[in-house]
């Protein structure tokens, strides 16, 4: 901030978004500091001030407007985000098309394999499939993240083999 104002009246640097940038961060960590050490206030909203300082991280932005190259990469890197979200958004909307079905159609025999017995050692099986948010959250670690897949779907499939379609989507 020092060297800004040193290298251009005060007014006319100020008007450049990285020196008011700079000029807050630096503001905001000395009003940070009188509050603390002088005037001896251990606020919450002194934490916020705190939270200011992680603005400097923008100043890499900088570098973007140099170095062709990486700011290529980085708008390459943002189209590619953007398909994954929309991938993702896409897999929220079939799995839950797909937990609706289960609700519909398995949660019974899911409950009738609880009440035999069939998960004395897995409390969340019984519901499973009892809510649609929780036939998601089963399809997401049973299909996305490829975890115990079978220690529910296999008694269902055991018990009603046309089951299978459903439980593996």
């Known amino acids: 901030v020092r060297l800004s104002v040193d290298a251009m009246p005060l007014k006319q640097s100020l008007r450049q978004g990285w020196n008011l940038l700079d000029f807050f961060i630096v503001f905001s960590g000395c009003l940070d500091y009188f509050m603390k050490h002088i005037l001896n206030l251990?606020?919450?909203g002194v934490r916020a001030l705190r939270l200011v300082r992680l603005l400097r991280v923008l100043r890499v932005?900088?570098?973007?407007?140099?170095?062709?190259?990486?700011?290529?990469?980085?708008q390459m890197m943002g189209g590619c985000f953007k398909t994954l979200f929309w991938s993702c958004l896409l897999l929220l909307i079939v799995m839950t098309t797909w937990a609706i079905i289960a609700v519909d159609l398995i949660?019974?025999?899911v409950q009738d394999i609880a009440d035999a017995g069939g998960w004395p050692d897995c409390e969340r099986c019984r519901r499973s499939?009892?809510?649609v948010f929780d036939a998601n959250i089963t399809f997401f670690q049973t299909v996305v993240a490829g975890d115990s897949w079978g220690y529910i779907?296999?008694?269902v499939i055991e018990k009603e083999p046309w089951t299978a379609g459903v439980t593996s989507p």
């Open 153 to 155: 779907a296999i008694p």
């Open 42 to 44: 251990h606020l919450e």
């Open 129 to 131: 499939f009892s809510s």
């Open 61 to 74: 932005l900088r570098l973007f407007s140099v170095l062709k190259e990486l700011r290529r990469l980085i």
């Open 107 to 109: 949660n019974q025999y």
